[in-house]
């Protein structure tokens, strides 16, 4: 299948060698130079913007926020000049509709939103969010929460399982990016959570390496005490994977759509404080699990 893929940042790129080791045709979209510098090395085409693209089966999405997926609709919808998305358009092949799959963490609302806009033109638009991070993306392992029509994501499959686990979740936009928000509210509890026992540790006297080794794989330990721990020994230079920003991005989409169905979410609240604190600290662009430095060991 032609592929558009647009976001070749950390963990999009893995994902676009991906698709191109499933044997499809993959160019990839994205404003930043460095970024496509790092695509072009790994073998993905990669283009500034959308409108630099030809046709296209599948256009993935892998944006980091809600305005960003706005933009690249945006530039999208003014690319067909008001036409439908039909087979004459040059955004898909002779055979088929694009369809669209947005994978971004972008919250219920967004999707909903973008996607009937684009659904308007006559796009098939697939809910699909991931979990797993740049390792799993790496490796095709990423779960794929999935939302839309069954035939839909039946037609994209051969795309879809080069990424990951697919989980169909249900056939309405927004099902994916709900589930996903339940998933990014554990991560970002755990994420805190683990910084503030890995400080704890520290202010008892204790050695952080050797709690962290006795207890990871107790009823206490978490994935992202396993995963995030280990950096979080490391200090503020930690090998990023995945910045302090995107959980101040995560757990506002969480908080806001708690918000939007009333539901309480205490804990996440108080996680959702550490990564703005974490931010507004210098750390935005430093590994998330640069949280720990949000907490600071007594002094004698």
Known sequence: MKVVFIGTGAIGLPMAKRIAGGGHAVIGVDPSPEARAK???AGIETVKSFADTAGADVVVVMVAT??????????????????????????????TRATWIVMSTVGPASVQREGARLQEAGAVVIDAPVTGGTARAATGELKIFTAGKVAEIAAVRPVLDTMGEVRVVGDTLGQGQSVKVVN??????HLAAAGEALALADS???????????????????????????????????????????????????????????????????AKSRFAAASAAGLAVRDDSRVIETYRKPTP
Do not use: N, Y
Request: glycine share 10%; with cysteine.
């Open 39 to 41: 695509a072009k090395a």
């Open 66 to 95: 809600p305005a960003q997926l706005a933009t690249v609709v945006d530039t999208a919808l003014a690319e067909t000049g008001g036409r439908k998305w039909v087979a004459a358009s040059p955004f898909a092949s002779p055979a």
């Open 184 to 189: 990014q509210h554990l991560c970002s509890v």
């Open 204 to 270: 008892l006297g204790l050695d952080k390496t050797a709690v962290l080794d006795l207890v990871k794989g107790g009823a206490g330990g978490s994935w992202m005490l396993s995963d995030r721990g280990p950096r979080m020994l490391l200090g503020t230079d930690a090998p990023v994977t995945s910045t302090i920003s995107i959980f101040v991005k995560d757990s506002t989409l969480v908080a806001d759509a708690a918000a939007a169905c009333g539901a309480a979410v205490p804990l996440l609240d108080v």
